[in-house]
């Protein structure tokens, strides 16, 4: 793919540069190939070297060149390709060392600024506002001009090089998981072992280094792993230049001080955020861009063949989550002095056929697979679009036969715009010219993919976990209830992450008064009643799960924004979705109180949630839970032991205390485990 924007109407240029786009390449760049490591026919006992080096790349033909952070010096790093069932070793290493540093180890700094922008007069949106407009600097220490500067988040200066690299849906033991206290410096390497016994799926490897993912990922380190299986294969499905892996991610562009509306970009990269508070309850919204980077280039062109196109897709943004859908743009036309369309609530956009819902094609995205694996069947998207939040991966078929000459364009309609306003960002992800040659193309559609059902929870709540709805039932071993809580609970200006133990059997009085959440429709029509045990990752270890056993995952979600919530070590299906409608003034669920982080009275039993379609009934890790919602998730934890994570899958969220620790031992092991042989969190 190159580095070209799309091509859109003069208008529509002129518009992006009057709110700090970038202008047609003048010369664009050639075509971006990403490395292939195919680690399936490796010798025995070969390891394979990865390391995370700096390197200077250009984000767009437009802009200079800048110092970014990958592996192998790419971005992504090397696409790592294997076999189900054959396990791989990798060196990781780390190279990041400073340019000055003269042969020598001295630790990076990271390869960008990071500011902050004060909390506004015209209060949170206003903020918003401003973090998101495109440009800006980190202003000078000690100085408060120009303009378009903006004070260095604390601490960030100081931040070197130390990296720890996660398999993002990988079936592997503790030590091989990258946990995240465990970061290596530069000229030491971490070698980790990969059964790859799993189905074929996309995983994705990134840096995991604690407090500071948010900012190494940001940096660049992240690439792809895919695992191949006979299944898979028999399908034959598009392959070579017919399949493209795509990860997805915003961002934001340094540029020269001047006028607060200057744009004379450095090429550099800029994480800008949006401060909310000051002094102790001080806190920043995490950050969004209104630039889109594909495969770490701003606007990318792919030249395609008619015929069927397979698309891998990755959200790696920090924080954005993606509403993507498939749009011919080949006679479409933007007025320039047309007014931004409004947001609706669906998360699509007004009807002006000049912008979105003219030329959307509603059925070309074709979903296959999810997170870990295949679905049963290929289904045409829900609502014509996928919905990706970060860490989330979907794979997607696209006819373009029918398309033949036609110029596509991928949106993300989700919270952006096709006339930007300031502050505003733009819908544009990558551009696809499907070529007007003969279709050569042998495929067909299969009626089905994946051998694996989707499970199925019985009103016993017994869960049926195979094709025999008579002896593939199971029960779940142990619950786990957590609870997120919306930010100014208890005066926190961060959304926070509890760990929840059962205390219903404990008389009232001794229950408290701060973070009891209590449920109806407990056992035997009592209340169930929650107390958070765990706020912060370094909390006593509570959740302690046999090895084989199958546990049941409950998100409460009582207010504030979407969270994607990951879960390390295994994959997973939704097996029920609940929600109770918002408070229309807060925000939150009715009944909880924020000054006590609790819920005086119990909760109403929720109503039925969003339908668990075929694409969100997935075979997966990651899961956006939105609030309002209870959404449980069904898990076997077989195969693998250690200790792991669990976490919000925005970066900045899981960098500030949304993450905690689980442990998964043999069950003899745990049975001498002192505190924790009878069951865990059933048991308080």
């Known amino acids: 793919m190159s580095a070209e924007p799309v091509p859109e109407s003069q208008a529509r240029l002129r518009a992006l540069a009057e709110t700090g786009g970038l202008a047609l390449p003048s010369s664009p760049t050639a075509p971006r190939r990403l490395s292939v490591i195919d680690a399936r026919d490796l010798a025995e006992g070969r390891v394979l070297p990865i390391c995370a080096r700096p390197f200077r790349t250009r984000l767009h033909a437009d802009l200079p060149d800048t110092e970014i952070w990958g ?5 992504p790093g090397p696409t790592i390709v294997v076999r189900s069932g054959h396990p791989v070793r990798i060196d990781w290493g780390n190279a990041l060392v400073s340019e000055d540093a003269g042969g020598s180890d ?79 410096l530069p000229g030491r390497w971490t070698r980790c072992s990969y059964p790859n016994g799993q189905e074929s799926a996309t995983l994705w490897y990134h840096d995991h280094a604690m407090a500071v993912t948010r900012f190494s990922v940001f940096a660049g380190l992240a690439g792809f792993y895919l695992i191949r299986d006979d299944v898979e294969e028999s399908l034959h499905l598009p392959s070579g230049n017919r399949e493209l892996v795509l990860a997805i991610r915003d961002a934001n562009l340094e540029t020269e001080a001047g006028a607060a509306d200057s744009f004379v970009p450095t090429g550099r990269l800029l994480y800008k955020q949006a401060g909310i508070g000051t002094g102790d309850a001080a806190a920043e919204i995490p950050v969004t861009g209104p630039y889109t980077l594909v495969n770490g280039k701003i606007w990318p062109t792919h030249e395609a063949r008619p015929g069927w196109q397979r698309l891998r897709l990755l959200n790696a943004s920090n924080a954005r989550i993606l509403r993507l859908a498939l749009y011919d743009t080949t006679d479409e036309a933007i007025p320039a002095d047309s007014d931004p369309l409004p947001a609706r609530s669906d998360g699509g956009f007004g009807d002006d056929p ?22 049963p069947a290929p289904v045409v998207a ?14 997607v078929l696209v006819d373009l036969a029918p398309l033949a000459g036609r110029t596509l364009e991928l949106r993300n309609e989700s919270a952006t715009a096709l006339n930007p306003q300031p502050g505003q960002t733009d819908a544009t992800a990558m551009q696809i010219r499907v070529g007007s040659g003969p279709v050569d193309d042998p495929f067909t559609l299969p009626e089905s993919l994946s051998p694996n059902p989707r499970w199925k929870l019985l009103p016993d709540n017994r869960v049926v976990v195979g094709p025999d709805p008579d002896h593939d039932v199971v029960t779940p071993e142990q619950q786990v209830w957590l609870v997120v809580a919306p930010p100014g609970t208890e005066g926190n200006g961060h959304p926070q992450l509890w760990e929840m133990a059962d205390v219903s059997d404990l008389p009232p009085d001794q229950v408290g008064a701060n973070d009891v959440i209590r449920l109806s429709g ?94 969100t009934g997935g075979t997966k890790d990651t899961w956006v839970v939105q609030p309002g919602e209870v959404v449980s998730v069904l898990g076997r934890f077989g195969g693998a032991t250690g200790e792991f994570m669990y976490h919000c899958h925005i970066l ?32 308080g």
């Open 71 to 75: 592996y192998e010096g790419s971005v």
């Open 106 to 184: 001295e630790r990076a700094a990271l390869p960008y600024d990071v500011v902050r922008v004060p909390p506004q007069p015209g209060g949170v949106a206003d903020t918003v506002r401003i973090a998101t407009l495109p440009g800006g600097r980190m202003q000078a220490h000690g100085r408060h001009g120009p303009a378009n500067a903006y004070p260095m988040l604390e601490g960030t200066d100081q931040i070197r090089s130390a990296t720890v690299v996660h398999l993002h849906g990988s079936l592997t033991d503790g030590h091989n998981d990258g946990w995240a206290h465990n970061v290596a």
């Open 354 to 375: 000049t912008a979105f819902g003219m030329h959307r094609l509603p059925e070309a995205l074709v979903v296959i697979g999810t997170d870990a694996g295949l679905l």
């Open 382 to 395: 829900p609502g014509g679009a996928v919905n990706l939040g970060p860490g989330e991966r979907m794979d």
């Open 522 to 615: 407990g056992k035997g029509g009592k209340p169930m009643v929650l107390r958070a045990a765990a706020k912060l990752f370094d909390d006593t270890v509570n959740v302690m799960i046999a090895d084989g056993a199958w546990v049941r995952w409950n998100v409460v979600h009582l207010g504030g924004p979407a969270h994607p919530m990951h879960i390390h070590m295994t994959s997973f299906q939704m097996i029920e979705r609940l929600a109770w409608k918002l408070d229309q003034k807060t925000g939150n669920v009715p009944g909880f109180d924020p000054a006590t982080g609790s819920t005086p009275s119990p909760l109403p039993v929720p109503g039925a949630g969003p339908a668990i379609d075929p694409v």
């Open 652 to 683: 900045d969220h899981e960098d500030h205390t949304m993450m905690r620790p689980f442990v998964v031992l043999p069950r003899d092991i745990l049975a001498m485990h002192d505190g924790h042989g009878s069951g865990g969190h059933d048991h």
